[in-house]
């Protein structure tokens, strides 16, 4: 039942979420996406009361090397999970440009066929400068996709490299997508995304079959000197290729396996429950950095700090040139 209290725009919102509404869908996300303090706080509304029709679906995150074929691996494994009869919800983040601020958004036209499938439903969203390879609302996305009874959520990366480590705090199974011949075994124990890892997939191995077999035993050995997340799950080492379709179905069957184990074991509530307590505390680091800004002390002192700053500048490229 709808909270009375929302506004009739909202409770339209909510409504249509349930009813698995393509366009209210991507209006509530973009609704939680906007930085305006009204739209922030309809959107924790229209949260509070989607809240209890979340939770049911398995989370994936996916990172890895640009050109490491993530778009393509995400639709090939989208249109299996569709014809196995599953729901499938992709929240692809795209990186934002420094200098303009604006992001391409263009992941729908990497996954064309998927975008096509009326039980699929792919949100690009830009990464405005957060850190982490996510967006600063992939986690509230992810439980308007749950409660519009998507049952796989999957999470694609900016793609930037060893520090794509905040998607393995907001998902039930990271998995690390890899190159053949993209590094040795020792260059992977240094990275420290592969420790996140819960399962690692080495895509395009029709290319270089012999080379691909050796990066995957070159992965299971480093794995095997890094301590495991749990004692019941040692993560997997797949070989595959997206763009045939090889390998996507053995890969899923893994997947089910890991949330098999860790749900039998209690391993993923619990994840989930440290997970839930992170997203407070990052609510609340953002809404205390949001209050600073807006403090009226704090706009104040804006105009002179930027003058400052800009007087700094010129006297250090003036300091280099001499």
Not at 22 to 47: C, F, G, K, N
Not at 248 to 262: H, L, S, T
Request: glycine content about 10%; some cysteine.
């Amino acid at each position: 039942m709808l909270p009375e209290a929302l506004p009739e725009e909202d409770q339209k919102l909510v409504s249509g979420v349930l009813a698995r509404q393509a366009r209210a869908i991507a209006r509530t996300i973009t609704l939680i996406e906007s930085t305006r303090p009204d739209h922030q706080e309809r959107a924790q509304a229209v949260l509070e009361a989607l809240l209890p029709h979340t939770g049911n679906g398995i989370r994936v995150g996916i990172s890895g090397v640009p050109g490491g074929g993530k778009s393509t691996f995400i639709e090939a494994l989208g249109l299996y999970l569709i014809g196995e009869g599953h729901r499938v919800a992709v929240l692809a983040v795209d990186p934002s440009s420094s200098v303009t601020g604006g992001s391409i958004l263009g992941d729908k036209t990497r996954m064309e066929r998927l975008c096509q499938e009326k039980d699929a439903y792919i949100r690009p969203s830009p990464s405005a400068g957060s850190l982490g390879g996510v967006a600063d609302r992939t986690r509230e996305a992810m439980l308007v996709c749950e409660a519009a009874g998507f049952d796989v959520i999957i999470v694609e990366t900016v793609g930037v490299g060893q520090s794509e480590t905040a998607v393995a705090g907001m998902v039930d199974a990271f998995v690390l997508l890899q190159l053949p011949n993209a590094g040795d075994d020792l260059q992977a124990i240094k990275k420290g995304i592969v420790e996140m890892a819960d399962l690692v997939v080495f895509n395009k191995t029709d290319l270089d079959p012999i080379a691909a077999q050796l990066a995957i035993q070159q992965m299971k050995g480093a794995l095997s000197m890094l301590r495991a997340h749990s004692a019941r799950w040692q993560p997997p080492v797949l070989g595959l290729s997206a763009l045939k379709g090889l390998g996507v179905k053995e890969f899923w069957a893994e997947i089910e396996r890991f949330r098999q184990v860790m749900g039998d074991t209690g391993e993923l509530w619990k994840k989930r429950q440290h997970q839930s307590l992170a997203w407070m505390w990052t609510l609340i680091d953002m809404g205390l950095r949001t209050h600073f800004r807006q403090h009226p002390g704090v706009q104040g002192s804006l105009p002179a700090a930027r003058h400052d700053e800009q007087i700094f500048s010129v006297s250090v490229r003036h300091d280099s040139w001499r």
